[in-house]
């Protein structure tokens, strides 16, 4: 009896112990605002790393995605969230980090690593039915909502409107460019007769958009989305093409909404991005995070309507945007964790 008792109070110990350990790892990340895949996966694994002792997580939110990455390689903070396209960005040392120039931009960006990939959102063409818009051939003389008035998201927007539609961005429509907090705003107060920015099925801004009147949301042309100049766009470092069916789209967004495509498809550019932490992570560190992330996929599903769409646990590469000119490999940590879960995740990823 003696020995038993014994026994399972040192394997008590033992556990408590090793919870302790992680414990005392005391961690920063920061994310992007409220209502966004960015901000709910640091969230939750802030929420699962505490209930198993793993880490404690102090998150900043609201945060500008471009300082905090940078701050994640140079070894000031732990995690960060945000799409692909800004390490491939650093990498090269051009956008927001020309500054830090190429060479020192390729040694910071080689300091990334992933713990896991998701989808933040997708580009796709949307109005009030009341704007008459028939569909992406019908946006000459138009207001259309680009995104806000600097960044990628702007940049990429209406790079899709040329390949999309021919048109050149205020020449021959109006480029409507907005802080991401006033974006649902300018599409209710008419101020933009269209919006193309990356949203889910739906998001926090299609919500607020769609209370306020009937909208139609317009599929890509499968015969552009198909051609040789649309694929370079949708494929490039930070972005995937993005095919989901049409009655899931629906089915996402209500019955307050017509999904307007040429079939049964639905088709945008994704962007694509993850939750990504500096190379000298311990790989124990980086197993564990990952690891919870993992084990709670079906909780964090279950935490917004959009995550359903957020392909979280999707390891492709093609969906997930990794390989290629993409410079971001998975921490050893992690590829550890997502192996033992029994996923694939691809030889081109790995460290």
């Known amino acids: 009896m003696y020995k038993k008792i014994a026994t399972a109070a040192l394997a008590a110990a033992s556990i408590i112990s090793a919870s302790g350990a992680y414990a005392q790892a005391n961690l920063t990340a920061e994310?992007?605002?409220?209502?966004?895949?960015v901000h709910l996966a640091p969230t939750a694994l802030m929420e699962y790393a505490a209930e198993r002792g793993v880490a404690n997580i102090q998150l900043k939110d609201g945060?500008?995605?471009?300082?905090?990455?940078?701050?994640v390689a140079e070894g000031r903070t732990d995690i960060a969230s945000g799409p692909f396209i800004l390490p491939f960005l650093l990498s090269r040392g051009a956008g927001p980090y020309a500054n830090i120039g190429k060479e020192a931009g390729a040694e910071l960006s080689a300091n990334l690593r992933l713990l896991y990939p998701y989808t933040l959102g997708v580009f796709y063409l949307h109005a009030y039915d009341s704007k008459g818009i028939s569909g992406w051939d019908d946006l000459a003389g138009r207001r259309v909502l680009n995104g806000p008035p600097t960044g990628g998201a702007t940049a990429n927007s209406r790079n899709l409107i040329r390949v999309f539609s021919g048109l050149k961005p205020d020449t021959d429509y109006e480029s409507v460019t907005v802080n991401w907090g006033q974006a649902a705003a300018t599409?209710?107060?008419?101020?933009?007769d269209a919006a193309l920015i990356p949203e889910l099925f739906p998001s926090g801004r299609i919500t607020q958009e769609s209370a306020a009147g009937a909208m139609t949301a317009y599929s890509m042309p499968k015969d552009i989305f198909e051609s040789k100049a649309a694929k370079k766009l949708l494929t490039k470092p930070g972005s995937t093409a993005y095919e989901?069916?049409?009655a899931e789209v629906k089915a996402g967004l209500g019955d307050n909404w017509t999904v307007l495509s040429e079939d049964d498809t639905f088709r945008g550019m994704a962007v694509v991005g993850g939750d990504m932490v500096n190379a000298s992570m311990s790989e124990a560190l980086a197993y564990e995070l990952a690891k919870t992330h993992i084990e709670n996929l079906n909780d964090i599903a279950a935490k917004a309507p959009f995550t359903a769409y957020a392909n979280f646990g999707n390891l492709d590469?093609?969906?997930?945007?990794?390989c290629g000119l993409n410079p971001i490999k998975y921490h050893t940590g992690a590829v550890r964790a997502w192996e033992e879960a029994g996923y694939t995740v691809p030889d081109c990823a790995k460290p």
Request: no cysteine.
């Open 31 to 37: 994310t992007a605002g409220p209502g966004t895949v």
């Open 187 to 192: 599409v209710v107060d008419g101020t933009a």
């Open 317 to 322: 590469a093609a969906v997930s945007g990794l």
């Open 63 to 71: 945060q500008t995605t471009t300082d905090y990455l940078l701050a």
């Open 244 to 246: 989901i069916p049409v």
